[in-house]
């Protein structure tokens, strides 16, 4: 698998040419637990017989046959067999077990393991965390400590490295790092965080550079989540609104087959984090009227341009092309039908679109008010629009397709939830909203519930604004 032109680096095929699928249900040699489908590695082998002999001490010639079989096949490299085995971590298990939920960019992977020590460490945390998983090893033991300190030295080392740490498989190495951190770790540890602060610093200093790789733009925008949030939670402003890298985002369009509205939703997420600031220098006091007005005008925009999507959304829903509805098993009586996406891509950015379309809306009501109430007296009284009820019952119609793909797959489920607890009208579905919050977070094993009311009213207005952000772990 080495030496292959770059083109051949492209390929989002998962399983290379010379693998083959068996059926899980029959009893192979695998040592994982059977779930679908397996990939295994054909090995032809030849028959052969030979002859051993020796002298017993009488004298006598003692002869022996014997009968073996040899492959005629060369053993795997060690960066071939790392790939097979990441190849498997994407797609074996149950559904909430696979590694490719953290982002598509994952299928372009194990064509360039090998090319760098750095990702090679990387990747083995995270083949080694899928089969903790997958075999029912306890949470606090997914991401192997040994594995996890070989990782971080390597990545140290490459960032030493002029001619490493700009690279692409560094890049990756640290995002594997950030997502096995935020996903499963202690979310009491700022370690995310200190590796979110790491992806963005060196998307700053590379650059929008002018990128001919699908590989390397599929994930610098896929990396727009982690940049993004980091500096909504810290406060900081985000570098991705400039005009350069717009225009590299530009290019082509992710979801033009199965969501045409998406890049453009994607486009204006950015924004996020600059509305968030001006909130809270208005709430203290600091945006002047001018200003006000123009930040105003800003977030009107921002909220039809996000009922237009809404619209598209709705009529994606309807033609059940990418969801269908099936019973509930776990949500209240209010909702006796779930959704039960066929694309989770398609799930991931109706749900950023609901959760985006609560915040900006929430934005607009703090700026309406002619006094400066307090924070708590604000935040009772949310303004309620014509789509909020929509936006709502999607997201709780979303709930349980996120809770089967637990744990690697669930994360995108949690600010809409955070959303749907601070609008809701009734106790009982604050109660239920805070409750499918824990739910998400369970395979953490916490002492006591991770999220309480006042947390996760605290949260919401993080997001919006409205509260002082949390301080960097770090100068």
């Not at 017989?49 to 046959?65: E, I, N, P």
């Not at 790392?82 to 971590?89: D, Q």
């Not at 499963?184 to 979110?196: V, Y």
């Not at 996406?341 to 934005?363: C, G, N, P, Q, V």
């Amino acid at each position: 698998m080495r030496g292959f032109p770059d083109a051949r680096l492209e390929r989002e095929c998962y399983y290379p040419a010379k693998f083959q699928f068996i059926d899980g249900s029959v009893k192979s040699q695998s040592s994982l637990p059977s779930a679908g489908w397996h990939v295994s590695v054909p090995s032809k082998r030849k028959a052969y017989t030979f002859t051993t002999q020796k002298y017993t001490d009488s004298g006598a010639l003692v002869q022996k046959w014997h009968r073996t079989s040899l492959p005629l096949e060369p053993a795997l490299a060690q960066a071939d067999r790392l790939s097979m085995h990441f190849i498997e971590c994407l797609e074996q298990g149950r559904m909430g077990a696979r590694m490719k939920w953290i982002g598509s960019w994952t299928a372009l992977l194990p064509q360039r393991i090998g090319s760098s020590p750095t990702l090679d460490q990387s990747a083995r945390l995270m083949v080694s965390t899928h089969t903790a998983i997958l075999r029912n090893r306890n949470p606090s033991a997914w991401i192997d400590v040994e594995a996890y300190a070989q990782a971080i030295g390597s990545l140290r080392k490459a960032l030493t490295d002029p001619a490493e740490c700009l690279s692409s498989e560094t890049l990756v190495a640290a995002t594997i790092l950030y997502y096995l951190e935020a996903i499963l770790s202690c979310p009491h540890s700022f370690n995310s965080i200190h590796h979110a602060g790491g992806i963005a610093r060196l998307l700053e200093v590379r650059g929008p550079v002018d990128l001919k790789s699908k590989f390397e733009l599929t994930i610098l925008r896929e990396l727009r989540g982690p940049v993004i949030s980091r500096a909504v939670v810290l406060g900081v402003p985000c570098f991705l609104t400039s005009p350069q890298w717009t225009a590299v985002f530009d290019i082509g369009d992710i979801g033009s087959r199965r969501a045409p509205w998406a890049q453009k939703l994607a486009n204006q997420f950015v924004n996020w984090p600059k509305f968030t600031m001006e909130i809270r220098k208005y709430c203290d006091g600091q945006l002047s009227l001018a200003a006000t007005s123009e930040l105003r005008d800003q977030l009107s925009t921002m909220k039809l341009f996000l009922n237009f999507i809404n619209s598209e959304i709705e009529d994606d829903l309807a033609s059940e092309e990418h969801v269908t509805q099936v019973k509930s098993t776990r949500q209240p009586t209010s909702f006796a039908t779930v959704f039960e996406y066929k694309d989770y891509f398609f799930a991931t950015l109706a749900m950023l679109h609901a959760s985006f379309s609560l915040i900006i809306e929430r934005m607009i009501c703090v700026l309406s008010e002619n006094a400066a109430p307090t924070l708590s007296a604000r935040w009772e009284n949310p303004q309620w629009t014509a789509e909020n009820p929509q936006l709502l019952a999607r997201i709780c119609q979303s709930y349980e397709y996120a809770w089967k793909m637990r744990p690697m797959g669930a994360a995108f489920m949690h600010v809409p939830l955070t959303m749907a607890f601070s609008y809701a009208e009734t106790e009982a579905m604050r109660a239920w909203a805070l409750r499918a919050i824990n739910d998400l977070d369970e395979h953490r094993l916490l002492a006591k519930e991770r999220f309480t009311d006042a947390s996760v009213t605290h949260l919401a207005q993080l997001y919006t604004g409205e509260v002082a952000p949390v301080a960097a772990p770090y100068p």
